[in-house]
């Protein structure tokens, strides 16, 4: 499952491949019919370590196995390209494949995500043939990545409109998430605003200009307007000053700094005034009509970093600190790079962390993803006594 690959596997292939997988070759592993004993019994009365898949002689792993081995970073051994390559040929439909590639791709093994995603891009799906040329474009073939480029531009799904219907409210009152789109299957995608009982949620979206960072940003903020629980700070510091300008002129904005450093660093103050404040009336975790959330959301945020370092340490004490005072803040950047947070560490590491939403966009998604991966790694590795 590490892999990518989230099927039954035939007993048959489990045994060839188990040997290339035994984490040191110097141990003397038991029988094969005794390890297939001991992995599908059940163990401390919850499941064995393999349970059956939906056809006879068929096994997949337990949920809990793979989530613990990805959650052991230090310990966790390379995944053979044999078991990669066995993933693709037993993958049975695009979704397996696709996470195949994601996967070989997050780990570096480059070969086995252009092999699992090219089909995929020749079939159509331009968010595959946009990875393509991402990968290309890293090895300096400019020829190659400029192919898939043109096979992502002939995928109506993935262009830069984003698919909503508006006859159908934004906002879920119950679940309180808010509608962006569709994913090409036709699933409804949500964006949640707050986590019922737990406290707002905060959210980056980063990519390259033109990629639809603005219109995400739209959407979730008219979610919620839509909803009546939210109040919004907005700070524009796009050059063109427009993103905005919709909202403002149908006077639904509380607070506005466009790219004024002075009003922007008040509204960040006034905003940690405020969760402080609540945090000792006991918190704002479920925003209502009467006790709304603040929703600030910032344009170009990367602007305002590299403007002021207070600017970045007060967003820094909201990400850490809001959730559960009703301040949410939602940040659009080109990348995630220290140098779009203005060189503070801590709040790169704090947005990248497993804590908030992340949508990374466009052709630069795809290097953002194993960015942001590596500084969760990087953080994780630290000495805490250095």
Same mark, same amino acid.
């Given at each position: +499952?590490?892999?990518? &690959? @989230?099927?039954?596997?035939?007993?048959?292939?489990?045994?060839?491949?188990?040997?290339?997988?035994?984490?040191?070759?110097?141990?003397?592993?038991?029988?094969? @019919? =005794? $390890?297939?004993?001991?992995?599908?019994?059940?163990?401390?009365?919850?499941?064995?370590?393999?349970?059956? %898949?939906?056809?006879?002689?068929?096994?997949?792993? &337990?949920?809990?196995?793979? =989530? $613990?081995?990805?959650?052991?970073?230090?310990?966790? #051994?390379?995944?053979?390209?044999?078991?990669?390559?066995?993933?693709?040929?037993?993958?049975?439909?695009?979704?397996?494949?696709?996470?195949?590639?994601?996967?070989?791709?997050?780990? %570096?093994?480059?070969?086995?995500?252009?092999?699992?995603? !090219?089909?995929?891009?020749?079939?159509?799906?331009?968010?595959?043939?946009?990875?393509?040329?991402?990968?290309?474009?890293? +090895?300096? *073939?400019?020829?190659?990545?400029?192919?898939?480029?043109?096979?992502?531009?002939?995928?109506?799904?993935? /262009?830069?409109?984003?698919?909503?219907?508006?006859?159908?409210?934004?906002?879920?009152?119950? @679940?309180?998430?808010?509608?962006?789109?569709?994913?090409?299957?036709?699933?409804?995608?949500?964006?949640?605003?707050?986590?019922?009982?737990?406290?707002?949620?905060?959210?980056?979206? $980063?990519?390259?200009?033109? !990629?639809?960072?603005?219109?995400?940003?739209?959407?979730?903020?008219?979610?919620?307007?839509?909803?009546?629980?939210?109040?919004?700070?907005? +700070?524009?510091?796009?050059?063109?000053?427009?993103? &905005?300008?919709?909202? +403002?002129?149908?006077?639904?904005?509380?607070?506005?700094?466009?790219? *004024?450093?002075?009003?922007?660093?008040?509204?960040?103050?006034? $905003? !940690?005034?405020?969760?402080?404040?609540? #945090?000792?009336?006991?918190?704002?975790? =479920?925003?209502?009509?009467?006790?709304?959330?603040?929703?600030?959301?910032?344009?170009?945020?990367?602007?305002?970093?590299?403007?002021?370092?207070?600017?970045?340490?007060?967003?820094?004490?909201?990400?850490?600190?809001?959730? /559960?005072?009703? !301040?949410?803040?939602?940040?659009?950047?080109?990348?995630?790079?220290?140098?779009?947070?203005?060189?503070? #560490?801590?709040?790169?590491?704090?947005?990248?962390?497993?804590?908030?939403?992340?949508?990374?966009?466009?052709?630069?998604?795809?290097?953002?993803?194993?960015?942001?991966?590596?500084?969760?790694? /990087?953080?994780?590795?630290?000495?805490?006594?250095?």
């Amino acid at each position: +499952m590490r892999a990518g &690959f @989230s099927g039954a596997v035939d007993i048959g292939v489990l045994e060839e491949l188990h040997l290339n997988y035994l984490p040191d070759s110097s141990l003397r592993p038991e029988s094969w @019919s =005794d $390890a297939v004993a001991w992995a599908t019994t059940v163990q401390y009365g919850v499941s064995g370590l393999l349970i059956p %898949g939906e056809y006879a002689d068929t096994w997949r792993a &337990f949920d809990y196995l793979p =989530d $613990a081995m990805s959650r052991n970073k230090k310990n966790q #051994k390379q995944i053979p390209e044999l078991i990669r390559k066995e993933a693709l040929n037993l993958c049975p439909d695009e979704d397996d494949r696709w996470l195949i590639g994601m996967s070989a791709y997050m780990a %570096g093994a480059t070969q086995c995500a252009i092999e699992a995603w !090219v089909p995929l891009a020749e079939s159509g799906n331009g968010s595959a043939a946009s990875n393509l040329a991402t990968i290309f474009l890293e +090895m300096g *073939d400019r020829g190659t990545a400029q192919y898939w480029h043109q096979l992502e531009s002939h995928d109506d799904f993935h /262009s830069g409109v984003i698919p909503v219907d508006i006859s159908i409210p934004l906002y879920d009152s119950e @679940s309180g998430k808010v509608r962006v789109g569709e994913s090409r299957s036709g699933e409804v995608m949500e964006v949640p605003l707050h986590r019922p009982g737990l406290g707002v949620c905060h959210g980056v979206i $980063a990519g390259s200009k033109g !990629v639809g960072k603005s219109n995400s940003l739209s959407l979730i903020l008219l979610g919620a307007l839509s909803s009546g629980k939210y109040i919004l700070w907005l +700070m524009d510091w796009a050059p063109e000053q427009k993103h &905005f300008k919709a909202l +403002m002129e149908a006077e639904a904005v509380d607070w506005f700094s466009g790219d *004024d450093l002075e009003y922007s660093l008040e509204i960040l103050a006034a $905003a !940690v005034r405020l969760l402080e404040f609540r #945090k000792e009336g006991g918190g704002c975790k =479920d925003p209502s009509p009467e006790n709304p959330a603040v929703i600030i959301g910032i344009e170009e945020a990367h602007q305002l970093f590299t403007a002021s370092p207070d600017a970045s340490s007060l967003c820094l004490h909201i990400l850490r600190e809001g959730a /559960s005072a009703g !301040v949410s803040l939602f940040l659009t950047l080109p990348d995630i790079s220290l140098e779009s947070f203005g060189g503070n #560490k801590d709040l790169q590491e704090e947005v990248a962390g497993d804590k908030h939403l992340k949508f990374y966009m466009g052709s630069a998604g795809l290097p953002m993803l194993r960015d942001a991966e590596k500084i969760r790694q /990087s953080k994780s590795n630290e000495d805490p006594f250095d």
